[in-house]
């Protein structure tokens, strides 16, 4: 599987569709051997109850410019919420199926940005 597979997939919880993949969370595993990088491994999956399109960054709490991009980015990807990896069930061709007991989080990421 490659990241692109999931990306505008249709998620479902329950039998419901509950929104689009939108973006991919990374974390980086440290490598105990230290003349390796570190791994980047699956943390969750952005999903967007709204629409299917990236947030382009502006999902940081931070960045409030240009305004009118900031402001439509937020509209459009509002009650956006993080499924941990480990929430994940089933993944088919265009379709994400989630546990039923999987919790969800905050998108929204800490941070500067902006002009």
Known sequence: MILSDLLTATVSHRGERIGYVTDVRLRMEEDQDSNHCPAAVIHGLI???HTRSSSMGFERTGVRSPWPVAAWQRWTHRDSFLIPWSGVAEIQPHNITL???VT???AMLPGEGGV
């Open 104 to 106: 969800r989080y905050s």
């Open 47 to 49: 999903v967007s109850p």
């Open 99 to 101: 546990r039923a007991d």
